[in-house]
Every structure is written in C-alpha cells, then in structure tokens.
T-cell receptor, first 117, second 113 residues
Framework: GAGVSQSPSNKVTEKGKDVELRCDPI?????LYWYRQSLGQGLEFLIY????????KSGLPSDRFSAERTGGSVSTLTIQRTQQEDSAVYLC???????????????FGAGTRLSVL | DAKTTQPTSMDCAEGRAANLPCNHS???????VYWYRQIHSQGPQYIIH???NNETNEMASLIITEDRKSSTLILPHATLRDTAVYYC??????????????FGKGTLLTVNP
C-alpha cells in the first residue's frame, strides 16, 4: 500500500484478555519496528524485524508481549493477559534498505490506541 | 546519538514561514540530521534529512550551518495543519542499534489563523 497500515485503530479490552495488533508495512520495506507511546511520552522501542534475521526483541517489556512477522511482510503484536499499564498507542514503522541517510527513515502508521479497562 | 536542543514551543501566523531551530553541537562527522513531526493523535511523520548540504523537498527546507552544529527547519508557508510537535534527531546510518528511534521533547509549533 501507499503507507503503513495498522489495525484496529482503537481497541478497548478488559484486563486479563489477550489482544492482537496488526501492521501492514510499506510494500518492499524489509525492516519493521514496533514502538509504544504512552500519553504525553516519547517513543518506547519494542521490537525490530529486518528481513530474515532474528528479530531484536530487547524492548519487549515482559513475556506477555510477543510479535511475529509472516512472510517478511505483515506483523502481529500480541499482548497476553493485558494489564491497565499496557494502555498506550502502539505504533508500527517500516523502512527500506536504501543507502545513505535514507536508510534511517522510518515511516509510521497511525497507530492502535489500546485501552485496558 | 548526539544530543539535540530545541525550543519548547513556537508560534507562527498562518501563511508565514515557520523557522524551527535545533542545536546539535556534539554532532559527529557521520551523523545525519533528521526531522520528524507528530500531529496530535497521529503517528510520527518523516519530514526531511541532511548531512551537510541544505536540502529541500515538498514539505520543507533544511538549512545546516557550515560547522554542522545547528540546523533550521523551514516550513515556507505554514498552515493550520502544520500545528504539531517537531523533533530534530541526529543519528548515524550504519551498524549498531541505531534503528531504535528516540525523540526528545521537540518543539510544539502552533500555527495561528
């Protein structure tokens, strides 16, 4: 597609339920990132996928969080047994393998606003 | 990544040029300057980047001083939709964990009618 697509745009869930957030990156982009942004806060890195390499999961806050990227394209972020502190906007970004400074450009989706009641 | 300093907030009249400064006095030779913005309730949006030459695209112009210790993002004809927080970032583009994007406080630009 033309840009990074995330779904759903909003998700309200009850504490203890599992949720799945989806990200469809820009076609041809090999790198995919998940971030979290709490109200009024900066970006919190969660996980990074690059091609067929092992993902960098160093930012996942607990083992309740997991992510996968199937076929090098669509990614799903899963949060099990959600807690109220998981409430945030979950952002997905993708980037290409272009050379030079352009390699660092991350294009973001609109995010999924997760509210855990 | 080199630290950046930006004013907390700025105001601009609609239709006028918005000039957003950024200081990055500790920038190293292989670090690029990137600008992003985040409109309320939206994801961050890439604007422009540069190494040492001035750059222009359909959104903005980037002026980098000769010593590269500061830069200015210029929105030539600001509109109400340009109201957002603008982030200046300096980063290398090779190796390490430089893919982890982090924003500072940024500048809240308010475009007034």
């Amino acid at each position: 597609g033309a840009g990074v697509s995330q779904s759903p745009s909003n998700k309200v869930t009850e504490k203890g339920k599992d949720v799945e957030l989806r990200c469809d990156p820009i076609s041809g982009h090999t790198a995919l990132y998940w971030y979290r942004q709490s109200l009024g806060q900066g970006l919190e890195f969660l996980i990074y996928f690059q091609g067929n390499s092992a993902p960098d999961k160093s930012g996942l806050p607990s083992d309740r969080f997991s992510a996968e990227r199937t076929g090098g394209s669509v990614s799903t972020l899963t949060i099990q047994r959600t807690q109220q502190e998981d409430s945030a906007v979950y952002l997905c970004a993708s980037s290409s393998r272009l050379a030079g400074g352009a390699k660092n450009i991350q294009y973001f989706g609109a995010g999924t606003r997760l509210s855990v009641l | 990544d080199a630290k950046t300093t930006q004013p907390t907030s700025m105001d601009c009249a609609e239709g006028r040029a918005a000039n957003l400064p950024c200081n990055h006095s500790t920038i190293s030779g292989n670090e690029y300057v990137y600008w992003y913005r985040q409109i309320h309730s939206q994801g961050p949006q890439y604007i422009i980047h540069g190494l040492k030459n001035n750059e222009t695209n359909e959104m903005a112009s980037l002026i980098i001083t000769e010593d590269r210790k500061s830069s200015t993002l210029i929105l030539p004809h600001a509109t109400l939709r340009d109201t957002a927080v603008y982030y200046c970032i300096v980063r290398v583009n090779s190796g390490g964990s430089n893919y982890k994007l982090t924003f500072g406080k940024g500048t809240l630009l308010t475009v007034n009618p």
